[in-house]
Each structure stands twice: as structure tokens, then as C-alpha cells.
């Protein structure tokens, strides 16, 4: 597997451990809904959170700028069949999870409400 692959899992897993410490119930992973995938599904009061998790080993770029306009709209597209599809009556909410660094020594960034469903998804 590719290092980068690794890492990428290796971030995943840091940022359940986090979620899951941080009262979320986590009801799917790595989910592939209409072509895309959602790193978590995860439940929190009366919100259902679609989390996009980053991971770099260096703060060199910033890990948020890789979900771009073109990433949102899928994601935004993809949490709306899923809502849709299971008729879940919660309100969605659009979660960054920033994993930075190596299992030596990382920092974690959680930043709800990261975007908003834009209107003009197409």
C-alpha cells in the first residue's frame, strides 16, 4: 500500500477515536453514495454529520483547501440521496476533520459547520 494510503488511514482512525471521544455515534464509514465517498456518517444531538477527513504529515498546505468547491457540491449531492434515500428527519450538517503530522506527534483540528449546501451545486 502506498504511504500516502497509509496515512490516509492512519488520519481516519485518529479522527473516529476523536469523534467517538467527542460524544458523536458514528453510523457509517468510508460510504459510497452516488459515486462518492464519505468518510463518516456520525450522529450528534439532532444532527446528522457528513465528515471529510484530511490528513498531512506536514503543515506545509493547508489540508482544508483539498475540499474545494467541486469536492463540496459532491459531498453535498451525496449526503442529500443518503438523507433522502433512508427519509432521516435530522438536520445535515457538512464536517472537516484536519489530521496533521504522524502517530508520533500529530495535531487535530474537528471544524463543524465547515460549509454550507450551496444552491448552486451544479
Known amino acids: 500500500m502506498a504511504d500516502h494510503n497509509q496515512l490516509g ?14 460524544g458523536y455515534a458514528i453510523s457509517g464509514e468510508n460510504i459510497r453514495i ?9 450522529m450528534k444531538d439532532d444532527m446528522i454529520c457528513f465528515v471529510e ?3 498531512r504529515s506536514t ?3 493547508d489540508p482544508a ?4 468547491k467541486r ?7 451525496a449526503a442529500d440521496t443518503y438523507i433522502r434515500s433512508y427519509d432521516i428527519p435530522l438536520e445535515p450538517r457538512f464536517d472537516l ?4 503530522g504522524s502517530p508520533a506527534s500529530y495535531t487535530i483540528e474537528h471544524i463543524p459547520d465547515a460549509f454550507l449546501p450551496s444552491l448552486n451545486n451544479r
Open 65 to 68: 483547501d483539498a475540499v474545494d
Open 59 to 61: 503543515d506545509f498546505s
Open 9 to 22: 488511514q492512519w488520519g481516519e482512525q485518529v479522527a473516529k477515536e476523536y469523534l467517538l471521544t467527542q
Open 34 to 42: 452516488a459515486g462518492v465517498e464519505i468518510d463518516f456518517i456520525a
Open 71 to 77: 469536492k463540496r457540491a459532491r459531498i453535498v449531492r
Open 97 to 100: 476533520v484536519l489530521v496533521i
Open 53 to 55: 477527513v484530511k490528513t
